[in-house]
């Protein structure tokens, strides 16, 4: 079975200040690994994912994660957030063989952007 | 209307009542999901439908019964809940097959048992 652990349920940032929102995974398989972001009253937009390839992956709004395999990491970053950031972040990861998408999620880092 | 949508908003019940969560999804998906969402605590996958056939339970209580009736419909019926089963209920769907394995959400309903 897999999990995500996201250890900063919270991470204060100034405008345009780089971040880093930090994502460990536990898989005994390959996986695939994803990033959600939830605005508030809002559903989860697709960030970015890893399926395979290339281990820097682009998303949308300028974010890109890195997918470490040694290190069972896929941290989020961004070089310059924006007050618009402000939203909480869900890392996720699923089985690359299971026949359905059942994701595991994380239990979310909070980032507050602040001018 | 586009994506996934999800009916009511929101939703206030007593713990005697009936009542129903609405999903549609507008993207002609083969696979559809409830999640349930409480603070502090991961999304919790509670069902998911594969071509209209129930592939996940993950042990969910009774008192949650799901329905989907076609590809693009899926709805979860509640009945005699518990004040702990008040969380923000999110529907998904996705395309199984295409390798895109990307899940589409909707807005989620926030329920509140009183």
């Known amino acids: 079975a897999q999990s995500v652990t996201q250890l900063d349920s919270q991470v204060p940032v100034f405008e345009e200040a780089p971040v880093e929102l930090r994502c460990n995974y536990s898989?005994?398989?390959?996986?695939?690994l994803f990033w959600y972001v939830q605005y508030p009253n809002q559903g989860l937009q697709l960030l970015l994912k890893y399926l395979s390839g290339s281990t820097l992956v682009k998303g949308i709004n300028g974010f890109e994660a890195e997918f470490n395999k040694s290190q069972t990491s896929f941290h989020l970053r961004k070089p310059s957030v924006h007050i618009s950031d402000t939203a909480e972040y869900f890392c996720a990861v699923s089985d690359s063989g299971a026949g359905f998408q059942k994701l595991v999620f994380g239990t979310g880092t909070r980032l507050l952007v602040s001018p | 209307e586009t994506g996934v949508t999800q009916t009511p908003r929101h939703l206030v019940m007593g713990m005697t009542n009936k009542k129903s969560l609405k999903c549609e999804q507008h993207?002609?998906?083969?696979?559809m999901y409830w999640y349930k969402q409480s603070a502090k605590k991961p999304l919790e996958l509670m069902f998911v439908y594969n071509f209209k056939e129930q592939t996940e339970n993950n042990s969910v209580p009774s008192r949650f019964s799901p329905e989907c009736p076609n590809s693009s419909h899926l709805f979860l019926h509640l009945h005699t809940l518990q004040p702990e089963d008040s969380a923000l209920y999110l529907c998904a769907s996705s395309q199984e097959g295409l390798g895109g394995y990307e899940q589409y959400f909707g807005p989620g309903t926030r329920l509140t048992v009183t």
């Open positions: 993207l002609g998906h083969n696979a």
């Open positions: 898989s005994s398989v390959s996986v695939y």
